[in-house]
């Protein structure tokens, strides 16, 4: 008789994993509370939980952070066509699937003002899923600021701007040129094109 063989899953995964579906699970909600959703009529009432990319933990990197010095205060534009008030934070640099990446975080100079977003960062980006699985404009992740010269970047953890939904009731940041990653990331929320945009 052969001896069985017991396997755990490793303490850190099974709690990056619990962090990935406690992700979806609020974003669901999010969706479900007609005080927060951007879902209208037969949208709001028809929506059930977002669908997702199956969870892949390849998708979350423990990227190289380097800080921007001194940045500039600089309007970014957004989808209705106005602008909202942005600095640069910093750039993530990561490698996915054997080539390196750079990304370039935000801070909105609004939220930084406010006590409880004062360490919120803002990660707009577009990889070769747009106008595929995911929503054409791009994606967004948020992080906090981080303490060392590392930043982890779960982009099972990305979604999709409101405007995705409800073009006529968002103003959303357009993501900039240098943030468009030359890959397909199938990871975060997948896109149903059933909304009015």
């Not at 600089?74 to 750039?91: I, M, V």
């Not at 595929?132 to 303490?147: A, F, R, S, V, W």
């Not at 982009?155 to 240098?178: G, R």
Request: aromatic share 16%; glycine share 4%; with cysteine.
């Amino acid at each position: 008789m052969k001896p069985i063989i017991c396997t755990f899953p490793e303490p850190i995964k099974s709690k990056e994993i619990q962090e990935i579906k406690m992700f979806q699970n609020n974003l669901n909600k999010e969706y479900l509370d007609k005080a927060e959703t951007p879902l209208r009529g037969d949208n709001f009432a028809n929506f059930k939980q977002h669908p997702f990319f199956p969870i892949d933990l390849k998708y979350r990197v423990n990227a190289k952070f380097i800080k921007t010095e001194n940045p500039k205060p600089f309007d970014l534009p957004t989808s209705s066509g106005k602008s909202k008030s942005y600095q640069e934070f910093g750039k993530a640099i990561f490698n996915l699937e054997g080539k390196s990446y750079t990304l370039t975080i935000y801070q909105s100079l609004d939220l930084m003002k406010m006590e409880k977003y004062k360490d919120y960062l803002f990660l707009p980006f577009r990889y070769e899923t747009n106008n595929k699985e995911t929503y054409g404009g791009g994606k967004y992740m948020d992080l906090k600021i981080p303490e060392g010269d590392t930043i982890i970047l779960d982009f099972n953890q990305s979604y999709q701007p409101f405007c995705a939904y409800n073009a006529y009731d968002y103003n959303c940041p357009i993501v900039p040129e240098q943030n468009k990653l030359p890959v397909e990331i199938k990871a975060g929320v997948m896109y149903e094109d059933i909304y009015h945009h």
